[in-house]
């Protein structure tokens, strides 16, 4: 699933190509609601954690969540796409313009009451990918989950902070040498502040694409399941964790992890 750094790109890569620009065709597929009329200016592109919504002159916004399987792409008007058009969700074009949303899972216009009373973007927390992200609603959040969810489960928790998944929760917690299987009701308030820092900061530092760098020139722990530490050499474990069975990838020495079976 892209985490918040991709889709903040995606973002910034969208609103230079459309953002101001009249439209000359839209199309949404599967939705009963008709789509924005050529001539309708689209006002904004913005990313909020993983969602990326796009707003029209006429009031409406598109929302889309790529999920697993989902990606935006963007061509010249008559430039061949490189995937199959059957796979198109959205389709807004611009003068000399085209973007395409593919295989989306999550593809909605709304009214902006909509956006504003919907369950899951009303839900989100502050932005990690922000410079400006509320670290202290952020701590006030993560606060108010159950004491004994662990730290890694949390992190994946929009609901408490967007942006972060899977890979920036692990290299998170490897930065600040935190045991991922940690209870939240155990770690004290500045170690909670110190990760849901160290996560803005590391999806912050990504934002301008590029090979992802979390550690020396790329990852720390994950993907690197049986690798040395870059640390102190220890394997790295990799597990399942949580109820969405993500995979967590942590170095046991570094993070002073008890054993789990």
């Known amino acids: 699933m892209p985490e918040g750094d991709t889709i903040f790109r995606t973002a910034a890569t969208l609103r230079r190509a459309l953002a101001g620009q009249p439209l000359v065709r839209?199309?949404?597929r599967r939705l009963p609601a008709g789509a924005p009329e050529p001539g309708t200016r689209i006002r904004s592109v913005e990313a909020r954690g993983k969602h990326l919504l796009i707003a029209f002159g006429d009031g409406r916004v598109l929302h889309t969540?790529?999920?697993m399987s989902g990606s935006w792409h963007v061509y010249r008007s008559g430039e061949r796409w490189r995937r199959a058009a059957a796979a198109a969700r959205a389709i807004l074009e611009v003068p000399g313009t085209v973007a395409v949303c593919f295989s989306a899972p999550v593809v909605e216009l709304l009214g902006?009451?909509?956006v504003r009373a919907h369950p899951r973007l009303?839900?989100?927390g502050p932005d990690l990918c922000s410079p400006h992200a509320d670290l202290d609603e952020a701590l006030?959040?993560?606060d108010r989950l159950p004491p004994e969810t662990e730290i890694a489960v949390a992190l994946l928790d929009q609901r408490v902070a967007c942006g972060v998944g899977n890979v920036y929760k692990s290299e998170t917690l490897f930065?600040?040498?935190t045991d991922p299987f940690?209870?939240?009701g155990d770690l004290d308030g500045r170690t909670r502040r110190a990760i849901l820092a160290t996560a803005s900061e590391l999806l912050r530092r990504n934002l301008e694409g590029g090979p992802r760098v979390t550690y020396g020139d790329g990852l720390a722990v994950y993907g690197r399941a049986r690798r040395p530490c870059p640390r102190c050499r220890?394997?790295?474990r990799a597990r399942r964790q949580g109820g969405s069975a993500r995979t967590t990838y942590w170095c046991p020495s570094c993070q002073g992890t008890t054993e789990v079976t």
């Open 26 to 28: 839209c199309e949404i």
């Open 65 to 67: 969540h790529m999920q």
């Open 112 to 114: 902006e009451r909509e």
């Open 122 to 124: 009303s839900a989100l």
């Open 140 to 142: 006030a959040r993560l």
């Open 175 to 177: 930065a600040c040498r």
């Open 182 to 184: 940690a209870r939240v």
């Open 234 to 236: 220890t394997p790295v």
